[in-house]
């Protein structure tokens, strides 16, 4: 029987993006996407947090090629534009047939072709269609076709829950079934690799410049030597961290990965379900476990 | 919503002016009726011309809604900013000149200037229009600035002079001069074009639906990119249901001769 604490996950409100990247087949638009969203697990040091929200087929993008749907978190405006900005020029830009569409609206620019026009050193050639402008560059493939603007939008970081176990082996599957079936869902996006961090951490450090270090009471090897939250049994605890781009997106992102590994029957090793909070301070959202489940 | 049906109540046999019904107010019955247009340059009343009716419809935008005007009906649709204008017959020059937002729906053929100066907004012309469709007005310096006008017949000659921004698509034939002193924009020929296509053309893209055309301004540049392609085509086919060109259509690109130092580019058919 697997137990869900009494608990709650702490999240923080975020500034989201959601930029369409196309190609000329699926698998092209995926190495671009995933070439955008590398180095973006975390806020902490990498200044966003990316991943793919879905695949898209041709009939669902602007230019009616494949694509991929991405959503960027990031904690301020500027960084988010820098973010996007860097990254699509070196990531997107670079890659083979690829283009890129903003995939939201908003009130909030963030410069996409408009910045990275230049690069066609006057060769740049504007469309308007449909009242919004693409840019074309010249490239040595063709043109990369660019959106003048992404948008910024509201998104919420740092949803999560803990999956608490006897052995790696264990934890891992049930970690990768929540993520399976989280990954289907929309508007939401797991930043870390595979979905699945190993290192979550806490505010601070006992030095000076750290601004996060390990959550020292959820690692098995520190216990005995520090206040533990781990019973003689747990040997390994894995988290899942979800942002979105509304509270109730992360929620049922939640649900739907606890509720896979609680109705998963062939799962074993697994003792307890929790979820990383700091105690209210750091966010506005306050998921309850057990009232996400529900 | 409303809609407002305007028939004449004469044979309009000289310069009718309508410009000033573009600052329509679709709520007040009375100065609809007030209206001043100029008729043989004498300023009339709406009502002394035209028979009103006036109706709620169901639709999101409002509608105005003409029948039995002809090609002396002049400055329709001037500066036109939202709702609906539906002409279910032919009608005079500076349709939509101007225009700044909202759709223009005729069910027949307009004269010259159809479009000229537009700022956005969308003109469907179902049968045939005149000279200067989208270009600058007499004295004026740049043509239309965005907006999209939708030919389904022929468009005479000078199409498109001095265009700045904008879509024009022409189903038809194009006459002579088309797209000369273009300094941007997008023009759609999907027939026949008359000569000296793209003089003077500074920057702006031209789309010919035939498999050569000569030119001396234009020089072969490389190929069409799939994804602007795709833009084009699905904006054409889901805003409009227009199928722009085949979907698997190649198209070889042609741009202005590099010593004239602009970027406007003509794509044909391989």
């Known amino acids: ?294 | 919503m409303k809609r407002i049906l305007l028939q004449p109540k004469i044979k309009i046999q000289s310069e009718l002016d309508l410009r000033n019904l573009s600052n329509i107010d679709f709520g007040k019955k009375n100065s609809i009726n007030s209206i001043k247009i100029l008729y043989q340059n004498r300023e009339k009343k709406l009502k002394d011309l035209f028979d009103l009716k006036f109706e709620d419809i169901k639709k999101k935008e409002c509608e105005l809604v003409f029948r039995g005007l002809n090609k002396y009906c002049n400055y329709l649709g001037w500066k036109w900013k939202k709702n609906i204008l539906r002409i279910n017959s032919n009608v005079g020059s500076f349709l939509g000149a101007k225009m700044e937002g909202g759709k223009i729906f005729v069910n027949g053929s307009a004269e010259n200037h159809v479009g000229s100066e537009m700022k956005n907004g969308t003109i469907f012309i179902k049968f045939n229009v005149s000279d200067f469709v989208g270009a600058s007005l007499p004295g004026g310096k740049g043509g239309m600035s965005g907006g999209t006008i939708i030919i389904y017949g022929e468009a005479k000659d000078y199409l498109g002079l001095n265009m700045r921004r904008g879509i024009i698509y022409v189903n038809s034939d194009a006459g002579n001069f088309s797209c000369n002193n273009m300094v941007a924009g997008t023009v759609i020929l999907k027939k026949n074009v008359g000569e000296s296509l793209g003089l003077g053309m500074k920057r702006g893209t031209i789309f010919l639906n035939r498999k050569s055309y000569s030119n001396k301004c234009f020089k072969e540049s490389g190929g069409l990119s799939d994804s602007f392609f795709g833009l084009l085509y699905n904006y054409f086919l889901k805003k409009h249901g227009i199928k722009f060109f085949d979907k698997d259509v190649k198209l070889k690109r042609f741009c202005i001769d590099s010593k004239i130092d602009e970027v406007g580019e003509l794509f044909i058919k391989e």
Not at chain 1, 96 to 120: C, D, H, M, Q, W
Not at chain 1, 190 to 206: A, M, N
Request: aromatic share 8%.
């Open chain 1, 1 to 294: 029987m697997i137990k869900v604490e009494d608990t709650f996950a702490e999240a923080f409100s975020m500034k989201a993006s959601r930029l369409i990247i196309t190609a000329y087949n699926q698998s092209w638009a995926i190495k671009a996407a995933e070439s955008f969203c590398g180095f973006a697990t975390s806020v902490i040091a990498c200044g966003c947090e990316a991943g793919i929200e879905s695949n898209l087929t041709a009939d669902q993008t602007p230019d009616g090629r494949p694509g991929v749907s991405v959503l960027v978190f990031s904690m301020s405006s500027k960084e988010l534009a820098k973010q996007i900005l860097n990254r699509t020029g070196q990531c997107i830009m670079t890659s083979p047939t690829s283009a890129v569409f903003s995939g939201n609206s908003g009130e909030e620019k963030i410069p996409l072709g408009n910045a990275l026009r230049y690069f066609g050193d006057g060769f740049q050639i504007s469309k308007m269609i449909d009242e919004k402008r693409y840019w074309r560059i010249p490239v040595m493939d063709g043109e990369f076709i660019c959106e003048d603007f992404a948008y910024q939008m509201k998104g919420i970081g740092g949803g999560n829950f803990l999956i608490l176990g006897e052995d790696i082996a264990n934890v891992l599957k049930a970690a990768e079934l929540a993520v399976n079936k989280i990954n289907k869902l929309k508007s939401v996006i797991l930043p870390f690799p595979g979905g699945i961090v190993r290192s979550g951490s806490k505010v601070g450090s006992k030095y000076k410049n750290l601004i996060a270090s390990t959550n020292f009471e959820y690692c098995p090897t520190l216990k005995g030597m520090v206040k533990s939250k781990l019973d003689k049994k747990i040997a390994c605890v894995l988290e899942i961290v979800i942002d979105g781009i509304k509270k109730e997106d992360v929620e049922l992102a939640m649900k739907v990965g606890i509720l896979e590994i609680l109705r998963t029957k062939s799962l074993t090793g697994i003792n307890r379900i929790s979820a990383g909070n700091y105690g209210g301070k750091l966010g506005p959202y306050l998921f309850k476990l057990k009232s996400v489940i529900a």
